[in-house]
């Protein structure tokens, strides 16, 4: 059974690019949750995702904006990259206790 | 203030070593308590789910939370190198939007 999938792994983008991240929940699971984790720092929420609709957003910008498909799988995308979105980015789809995380995609901003 | 405060480390201790890690909080609203552990270069994993206050246990690890103290708690008994990782907690009020602490870094030498 596959737990929660991310791509891509990595990526270097310019600032003023745009950027779209995808992930796959796991099986069984149909909430999806994005957030951002700085170095060093603990995840923050971006934003989370419930029958296709946004149902409830953190403090980022609108610059931060998602999609959940039929299928439950879910797209971050960013636009304008700032030097400071420079971050590991983390699916998290919900089971019955706390969330399971994808290995992230690490957005590096230059 | 942060809504949720956790003591960066890094923590080094032998092997075999109980581990004491913590977290304070400031929104009384919080009702469900996690831990979680994460390696490096990959996502968080959950440890531990507590509802309300109390003591739950799970192999070598016990939380704590004490929420008239706002305060929560996470015991590893022997200690082992594997165990060398970021703990982070992270508490919600039942919503969508967990908040995490900024993790705490251990070290378990052999």
């Known amino acids: 059974d596959a737990g929660v999938t991310q791509s891509p792994t990595h990526l270097i983008k310019t600032r003023g690019q745009q950027v779209t991240l995808r992930c796959s929940p796991k099986s069984g699971h149909d909430t999806v949750s994005w957030y951002q984790q700085a170095l060093g720092q603990g995840p923050q929420f971006i934003f989370q995702y419930y029958e296709e609709e946004e149902r409830q957003r953190g403090n980022f910008p609108d610059r931060f904006s998602g999609h959940q498909f039929p299928n439950y799988s879910s797209e971050l995308n960013v636009n304008a990259l700032l030097l400071g979105d420079s971050a590991l980015y983390l699916c998290?789809?919900?089971?019955?206790?706390?969330?399971?995380f994808g290995s992230g995609t690490r957005l590096t901003v230059v | 203030q942060k809504e949720v405060e956790q003591d960066p480390g890094p923590l080094s201790v032998p092997e075999g070593a109980i581990v004491s890690l913590n977290c304070t909080y400031s929104n009384s609203a919080f009702q469900y308590f996690m831990w979680y552990r994460q390696y490096s270069r990959k996502g968080p994993e959950l440890l531990m789910y507590t509802y309300s206050s109390g003591n739950k246990e799970d192999g070598r690890f016990t939380a704590q939370v004490d929420k008239s103290s706002k305060y929560i708690s996470l015991f590893i008994r022997d200690s082992q190198p594997s165990d060398s990782a970021t703990y982070l907690c992270?508490?919600?009020?039942?919503?969508?939007?967990?908040?995490f602490g900024a993790g705490t870094r251990l070290f378990v030498k052999a």
């Open positions: 998290a789809s919900r089971a019955n206790y706390g969330y399971t």
């Open positions: 992270a508490m919600n009020t039942g919503g969508f939007k967990t908040i």
